[in-house]
């Protein structure tokens, strides 16, 4: 089992900054992939981050250049460093994680933050 606990999230004015944490605990060894995901009323929950366990990252288009995913392995957390934050990244931002064993695949979620970006 993987038990995700996020904190970070908050209100802040557009232009501002944020950083998400996103603490990992339980089967730790197994977890491949992290990310951050977010949805918005009325809205699908999309792809923020992701970020293997070696490093590599894919960031959504509408953030690229703005937010930031990095992982520390050894305190099994990761962070969603945001910056020039706008109106339209409020949301509820979900931690991820996936973890990997010999044919077996499972994604777990943290319980979400808020962001919210005054205009």
């Known amino acids: 089992q993987v038990q995700l606990v996020e904190s970070g999230g908050g209100l802040v004015q557009a232009g501002g900054s944020l950083r998400l944490s996103c603490a990992a605990s339980?089967?730790?060894?197994?977890?491949?992939?992290m990310g951050w995901y977010r949805q918005a009323p009325g809205k699908q929950r999309e792809l923020v981050a992701t970020?293997?366990?070696?490093?590599?990252?894919n960031v959504a288009d509408s953030v690229k250049g703005r937010f930031t995913i990095s992982r520390d392995n050894a305190k099994n957390t990761v962070y969603l460093q945001m910056n020039n934050l706008k109106p339209e990244d409020t949301s509820v931002y979900y931690c991820?994680?996936?973890?990997?064993?010999?044919?077996?695949?499972?994604?777990?979620w943290g319980q979400g933050t808020q962001v919210t970006v005054s205009s």
């Open positions: 339980g089967s730790i060894s197994s977890i491949n992939a």
């Open positions: 991820a994680a996936d973890r990997v064993t010999p044919g077996v695949s499972r994604r777990y």
């Open positions: 970020i293997s366990r070696g490093g590599s990252t």
